[in-house]
């Protein structure tokens, strides 16, 4: 059974930065992240190939980069400028064999917590 282990989140003020990492059990085709804010839908935020491909949630696009470590099987999310409107729970995502767009992966990381406030 694959497992994503998530690291990081936590509390930061709008215009800050913050950085997550997720490092799954064994190697996996595509990696990254989605996020749900109380009352809303689930949304992509970004997904990274074992090839480099790269997409990117509308919301984020220019703000959070990801980044991806194939052989520690490691995806980093770096979160900048953040916004009130970034708060959310914040899950790793995964799958072996497809590129992840809106439809998630296969996998679940256990979520973690990103709070953007005064």
């Known amino acids: 059974q694959v497992q994503l282990v998530e690291s990081g989140g936590g509390v930061v003020q709008p215009g800050g930065s913050l950085r997550l990492s997720c490092v799954a059990s064994?190697?996996?085709?595509?990696m990254g992240w989605f996020r749900q804010a109380p009352g809303k839908q689930r949304e992509l935020v970004a997904t990274?190939?074992?090839?480099?491909?790269?997409n990117y949630g509308n919301a984020v696009h220019g703000r959070f980069t990801i980044s991806r470590d194939n052989a520690q099987n490691t995806v980093v999310l770096q979160m900048n400028d953040l916004k009130p409107e970034d708060t959310a729970v914040y899950y790793c995502n995964a799958d072996q064999y497809r590129a992840i767009a809106h439809i998630p992966g296969d996998y679940w990381g256990q979520g973690t917590q990103v709070t953007v406030s005064s």
């Open positions: 064994e190697s996996l085709y595509t």
């Open positions: 990274v190939t074992s090839g480099g491909s790269k």
